[in-house]
């Protein structure tokens, strides 16, 4: 059991230092390119709207506001970051912690884009992979540039939880 706590412990470590390594990202992103960060509301409200039955929306800028769905949104997206870390750690195993390598944590935050691209985007009326965005090109390479930034967050946040390893024992 103390195991599994530890290993759970460090995929929250993990992917909160992640998710915050992507928000920070976007705010970098939103000063010097103008590009407005994803409005987590929004993914509030899609979830929110979920508990009713509604999945897809088109777009959910048209959906009335629910009270609340900043704070859900926000909550699922660092969620959604432990969530990846925990599948980073079950993929590269716990041993990654003791030696963590850019390969895994990259390829994870590669393979996180499927999130966006076939579930969020298609849901909040943006179409699979933001084709019904104005500007899909451009939206998706934002979302890849995002979530290598989040694969980077990964391993920097493995690099951080095997240093607090090393200093606790």
Do not use: C, K
Not at 25 to 45: C, F, K, N
Not at 72 to 100: C, D, K, M, N, R
Not at 133 to 156: C, D, E, K, M
């Amino acid at each position: 059991m103390n195991n599994l706590i530890s290993y759970l412990g460090a995929a929250v470590l993990v992917g909160l230092s992640a998710t915050l390594v992507m928000d920070l990202w976007s705010i970098i992103r939103q000063r010097l390119l103008g590009i407005a960060p994803l409005d987590y509301a929004l993914v509030g409200r899609w979830l929110i709207y979920l508990t009713h039955g509604r999945f897809f929306h088109t777009p959910i800028q048209a959906t009335p506001a629910v009270s609340g769905e900043r704070a859900i949104g926000w909550i699922f997206h660092y969620l959604t970051g432990v969530l990846f870390a925990l599948v980073l750690l079950l993929i590269a195993g716990a041993s990654w912690l003791e030696q963590p390598s850019p390969g895994p944590a990259l390829a994870v935050g590669l393979g996180s884009l499927a999130a966006p691209f076939l579930l969020l985007q298609p849901a909040l009326g943006a179409g699979v992979a933001a084709r019904n965005t104005p500007r899909p090109n451009a939206a998706r390479i934002q979302s890849l540039v995002t979530h290598l930034v989040f694969g980077f967050g990964l391993y920097a946040g493995g690099w951080l939880t095997s240093v607090l390893i090393a200093v606790a024992t």
